[in-house]
């Protein structure tokens, strides 16, 4: 995600060749602040103005046609008072709240901090940290985390101090509002977990839920995610994408692992007209742990992709990877999931299963497992399946006196809960598996 | 046990049934009076595990002929889950893994939905934990099996006496046993017997589908019936397995049908 193009070496005529994208980049631009990120938005502009959208030419987007999305002409969603009820997880204290995309200090709260944890919008943190930090995550560059760098400003930051345990995980929810136009809001969060503290987050984007028509509300959610688990530190980190059955998401996490560090992801994708969920995760040194728990649940038309790319570069790396996905209807997942084992990383233990439950006959996934290993002395292990729910268990669960229907709804359910179930908010394993019963069961 | 003029539980006549267009029931007619004991026994292919997934109406087999009567109902015209809630319980030669659905979650939907079925109120999660606790001693199971997913990562004896929970929990009219023996060692086929055992009553009946006369060494049945090619061709009392056992079928199958095997 570093920045660097030199626009000399570049001709003109390159630049601003996506008139859907110069469209995108004009709203969100934000009018020129003269602070310490100035730098860092000039340099995504640039980057931006140089770039297009993707294609299904392209290898990355292969099966992931944006055509839908850029039919649309979005105007930069503005900041509205909502109330919050029914997305407010009670066993949760702290709490950041953004409506599309803008700090809400009145819908937070981040009282009674405990020492050496700041929760909050960009200011708890100095220049000097957030210069240290924020859109330095190596990985791939593209031009949506550039477009939502290209507009920095309000960014949800958790920083764990030194040896600092927090207790309960932290919620960092992002709210979409349209109103009579469709909308484009670019959530940013930085996490910083400092060596040996542990931090829990629940990552969640939704639309506003307590209104009429939200289902039919288009808008765009672009967010870009960074986390820093520095040496020994642990991160826990939920993300849930809620989103609205005509919403746009593109998402991208990127995690940086410092040695001895553990991080584990739980991502759980339900609805959406087209989203895209790429998780990076680069471990820079040995000994480190990464488990990714991944559920997808889509139906109608709808598209949900993850791309997630894991480098293990250092000795005694572990990984272990789960995506399933549970696809009606005429909808389509994707998923790739790239695992690099380069020479150094010795000793590695790196597992990926991605299992697939199509639902009706019109769905699809496209799963591509992509291990590079050249290292010699690992043990690595990756499979896909894709099922149907068979006849058979159906059978045994109607001999037992229940219903044809609500024999698929627990079969459907239970292949949700296994990841669902790693989530350790219980009001919100509740509500989703209320949200996956409800598009599984039409 | 044998009970004069007790209820007819189940009346099995003439019943005919395909698989894809094959027959594999011909003509098979059985009477079940409640408080008895049926060993069902005979050569593989015979159509003795057709038969128990044609009573507990598996979607796959067609019934082409004949009735079922259970207790003074049409049976045929039920839907699979409709037989058990009214007190048909199959346990499964292969019982199947419900991944993600926890054995606890499952048994008590299942029971809920009996005991719907017959007018009561449906029981809560905290009552029936105590239900399940005093049953999971009929097959000395563990409580730790009821937090795994159904089935899921169960050894083959740990599987059959989730099944026989599962019938100690439903409570069942007229339970049907296939091949509840096969894969058992010694231990776990005491166990599960024992199980039965605790299980049947006057009220009840009960069906096993074996190939073995060992089973019937620890639930002793009242009637041994010998299926071939899709009929019940012999009948008898719990001395016919032994002799089955000593003599093989040919013997039955000659007498019968008039040809060998």
């Known amino acids: 995600m570093t920045i660097e193009v030199s626009p000399s070496s570049i001709s003109d005529s390159f630049l601003d060749r996506d008139a859907f994208l110069t469209g995108l980049l004009n709203q969100v631009t934000v009018s020129e602040k003269d602070d310490c990120l100035q730098q860092l938005r000039d340099g995504a502009v640039k980057w931006v103005r140089h770039s297009v959208i993707p294609n299904t030419r392209d290898e990355e987007w292969r099966f992931t046609d944006l055509s839908p999305l850029k039919q649309i002409d979005f105007k930069l969603g503005m900041f509205q008072e909502i109330s919050l009820e029914s997305d407010i997880l009670s066993e949760v204290s702290q709490r950041l709240v953004f409506v599309n995309g803008v700090y809400s200090p009145d819908l937070s709260h981040t009282e009674d901090l405990p020492a050496g944890l700041k929760v909050g919008n960009l200011d708890v943190l100095s220049d000097e940290v957030a210069q240290q930090y924020l859109a330095q995550s190596e990985g791939t560059r593209e031009v949506f985390t550039a477009l939502n760098t290209a507009a920095l400003n309000d960014v949800a930051v958790v920083w764990v101090g030194k040896n600092v345990v927090v207790e309960t995980p932290i919620h960092l929810l992002f709210v979409s509002v349209s109103g009579e136009s469709a909308t484009i809001s670019q959530p940013r969060v930085l996490v910083v977990a400092e060596s040996n503290s542990q931090v829990g987050l629940i990552e969640e984007y939704t639309n506003h839920r307590d209104t009429e028509n939200t289902e039919k509300e288009v808008y765009f959610t672009n967010g870009v995610t960074e986390i820093w688990v520095n040496e020994n530190a642990q991160v826990s980190h939920n993300r849930v994408v809620r989103e609205g059955a005509a919403a746009f998401h593109v998402g991208k996490t990127a995690v940086t692992q410092a040695r001895y560090s553990r991080y584990s992801c739980n991502a759980v994708t339900v609805g959406g007209r087209i989203s895209r969920h790429n998780l990076e995760i680069l471990q820079t040194g040995e000994q480190t742990e990464t488990t990714l728990n991944g559920l997808t649940v889509i139906g109608d038309n709808q598209l949900a992709d993850t791309h997630s790319a894991l480098s293990l570069n250092h000795p005694h790396g ?3 990877q789960l995506h399933k996905c549970i696809i009606g209807d005429r909808a389509h997942g994707v998923f790739n999931g790239k695992v690099f084992v380069p020479k150094p990383a010795q000793l590695t233990n790196a597992s990926q299963l991605n299992r697939n439950l199509l639902l009706s006959s019109k769905s699809r996934i496209d799963t591509k497992p992509q291990l590079e290993i050249t290292a010699d ?14 006849d058979d268990q159906i059978f045994y669960l109607q001999s037992r006196g229940i219903d044809e229907n609500n024999a698929r709804k627990l079969l459907v359910n239970g292949f949700a809960m296994e990841v669902i179930n790693f989530i350790p908010v219980a009001s919100l394993r509740e509500s989703l598996l209320k949200t996956v019963t409800s598009l599984t069961n039409k | 046990m044998i009970i004069e003029n007790s209820g007819l539980i189940l009346s099995v006549k003439d019943l005919t049934a395909d698989v894809d267009g094959t027959p594999i029931l011909k003509g098979l007619n059985l009477q079940v009076r409640a408080g008895e004991v049926h060993a069902i026994m005979g050569p593989n292919g015979s159509g003795k595990s057709t038969f128990s997934k044609v009573l507990a109406g598996h979607p796959a087999y067609t019934v082409t ?48 939905s009996r005991r719907k079925a017959q007018g009561l109120e449906e029981v809560d999660a905290f009552d ?11 097959v000395k ?3 730790s099996f009821l937090n795994r997913s159904v089935n899921e990562g169960f050894s083959g004896g740990e599987k059959k006496r989730n099944e026989i929970l599962q019938m100690a929990i439903l409570e069942p009219k007229l339970a049907i046993l296939d091949e509840t023996d096969s894969g058992l060692d010694i231990d776990a086929l005491k166990i599960v017997a024992n199980g039965v055992n605790q299980l049947t009553n006057a009220e009840n009946a009960t ?24 009929q019940i061709i012999r009948s008898g009392g719990k001395e016919l397995a ?5 003599r093989g079928y040919d013997w039955v ?8 095997v």
């Open chain 1, 318 to 320: 572990v990984s272990k």
């Open chain 2, 141 to 143: 199971m563990n409580s």
């Open chain 2, 253 to 260: 199958l000659e007498e019968a049908l008039g040809v060998g």
């Open chain 2, 242 to 246: 032994l002799e089955l056992e000593s």
């Open chain 2, 207 to 230: 069906i096993m589908i074996t190939h073995y006369q060992r089973l019937l060494d620890y639930i002793v049945p009242d009637f041994v019936h010998v299926m071939a090619r899709g």
């Open chain 2, 65 to 112: 002929g004949g009735e079922v009567i259970f207790q003074g109902a049409n049976l045929l015209e039920m839907e699979a889950a409709e037989r058990a809630r009214n007190g048909v319980f199959l346990a499964f030669q292969y019982p199947l893994e419900i991944p993600g659905v926890s054995n606890l979650d499952f048994l008590r939907v299942a029971y809920n």
């Open chain 2, 128 to 138: 029936f934990d105590d239900l399940v606790e005093e049953k999971l001693d009929v």
């Open chain 1, 377 to 390: 002395n690992v043990k690595c292990a990756h499979g896909a399946t894709v099922s149907q729910l068979e």
